[in-house]
T-cell receptor, first 116, second 109 residues
Framework: DAMVIQNPRYQVTQFGKPVTLSCSQT?????MYWYQQKSSQAPKLLFH???????NEADTPDNFQSRRPNTSFCFLDIRSPGLGDAAMYLC???????????????FGPGTRLTVL | RKEVEQDPGPFNVPEGATVAFNCTYS??????FFWYRQDCRKEPKLLMS???SGNEDGRFTAQLNRASQYISLLIRDSKLSDSATYLC??????????FGAGTQVVVTP
């Protein structure tokens, strides 16, 4: 089945220790997104790739970086995790077309990050 | 004011009953609307898109009121498995999704 896969599902890191979360998709979607979701809050968009074009949200901290080496994979790097970065990180994909607004996104199962 | 607002609930619903709840959005230029379902500690899953004329999918009915800028979701004949958080989602510019914080529904036996 076509899907969005995230690894690892659970990640524990120490304060300040870099961590990388990965996302892969078999849907061949052109857009990939990274969201941060904290308990009882809405998912918050961090950034997205429209094909190879990287788009950062204005309020995404510099501590968060992303890479998309090819269509199928996307990585979220947290350079120096703080306690406030503990959250669920969700990867999503969609087939947004130029000028389009209808944008049904499909989510991976998420990576739950704990910062000690 | 938040761009997408939802009553957080919880809505406690007896099994077999009907429950309905709304979501309001602030951007009148929004074109696309969705309801996602999110189970505890799981990812959001698309429940249904919301079309201008309203649409129905089995026990679920979604309505859009552009004049008052709200969308609604109605669940008929509630099942225990309907217990979840329902996220209202509005498309902003270029297709960016703006999520509400969700409405929690608890279906009780």
């Amino acid at each position: 089945d076509a899907m969005v896969i995230q690894n690892p599902r659970y990640q524990v890191t120490q304060f300040g220790k870099p961590v990388t979360l990965s996302c892969s998709q078999t849907l061949n979607h052109n857009v990939m997104y990274w969201y941060q979701q904290k308990s009882s809050q809405a998912p918050k968009l961090l950034f997205h790739y429209y094909d190879k074009d990287f788009n950062n949200e204005a309020d995404t901290p510099d501590n968060f970086q992303s890479r998309r080496p090819n269509t199928s994979f996307c990585f979220l790097d947290i350079r120096s995790p703080g306690l406030g970065d503990a959250a669920m990180y969700l990867c999503a994909t969609s087939t947004l077309r130029a000028g389009g607004q209808r944008n049904e996104q499909f989510f991976g199962p998420g990576t739950r990050l704990t910062v000690l | 004011r938040k761009e997408v607002e939802q009553d957080p609930g919880p809505f406690n619903v007896p099994e077999g009953a009907t429950v309905a709840f709304n979501c309001t959005y602030s951007n009148s230029a929004s074109q696309s609307f969705f309801w996602y379902r999110q189970d505890c500690r799981k990812e959001p899953k698309l429940l249904m898109s919301v079309y201008s004329s309203g649409n129905e999918d089995g026990r679920f009915t979604a309505q859009l009121n552009r004049a008052s800028q709200y969308i609604s979701l109605l669940i008929r004949d509630s099942k225990l498995s309907d217990s979840a958080t329902y996220l209202c989602v509005v498309t902003l510019s270029w297709g960016k999704l703006q999520f509400g914080a969700g409405t929690q529904v608890v279906v009780t036996p």
